[in-house]
């Protein structure tokens, strides 16, 4: 498994199954149209793309080139990078028939198809001495700790703390470590966390 460096933006929660099997970064997904509507999300996109950088991969069908250009016109193209799958057709396993187009999307990619995908969008891969906030992350414990995660009034807290970075209050305890450890190193975190009301 390789580190990117990039923020990985995937359609769905199939894409991104499939896709977390192959790197080890972080992934949003769109919700597939979903993304239209959601101001949250689109500020999350932008704001994670000028901290690590996007990379867009959408499906190949008509849909996908549809969500891959409403990020093209949300999001700063300077930050932007956009990898393609193949058109392949035939069907997902999942699935009991081939979508509209009969084109496989992200999630029925091989491994060595993303990764090859990847690389041609010129995405930035990492080594463990090149990440130096792999070496000391925001750990899942840190938000119990600090009151964020499995205890009582853990979702008010966690809410607040998202208001005050301008994310989704959708977000999970799972995605809001992502999104934290993309964003800021442990100290930052902890410096903020600090400050956060009570």
């Known amino acids: 498994m390789r580190a990117i460096k990039e923020v990985v933006v995937v359609e769905g929660r199939y894409d991104k199954n499939a896709l977390s099997q192959v790197v080890d970064a972080v992934i949003l997904e769109t919700a597939g149209f979903g ?6 999300k689109q500020h999350l996109l932008r704001t ?16 996908g080139f549809v969500i891959r250009n ?9 930050y932007v990078k956009h990898a393609y799958i193949p058109d392949l057709y035939g069907k997902e ?25 990847l690389e041609r969008a010129g995405a930035t891969f990492l080594d463990a001495e090149t990440d130096a906030r792999a070496a000391d992350p925001i750990r899942k ?16 807290a966690r809410k607040r703390l998202l208001q005050q970075l301008c994310l989704p209050e959708r977000l999970t305890a799972d995605s809001l470590l992502d999104v934290l450890n993309a964003l800021m190193s442990r100290e930052e975190f902890f410096s903020l966390v600090k400050d956060l009301p009570r």
């Not at 000028?50 to 190949?60: A, C, F, N, P």
């Not at 409403?70 to 300077?78: E, M």
């Not at 119990?144 to 995660?149: C, E, K, R, V």
């Open 48 to 63: 994670m793309a000028e901290k690590r950088g996007l990379i867009v991969l959408t499906d190949t069908d008509g849909a």
């Open 93 to 117: 396993r999942r699935k009991k028939a081939p979508s509209k187009e009969g084109k496989l999307g992200v999630e029925g990619m091989r491994p060595e198809t993303l990764l090859a995908a």
């Open 141 to 156: 414990a840190d938000l119990y700790l600090l009151g964020l995660s499995g205890k009582q009034g853990s979702r008010e």
């Open 35 to 40: 993304l239209f509507n959601d101001k949250q």
């Open 70 to 78: 409403f990020i093209k016109g949300c999001v700063d193209p300077a």
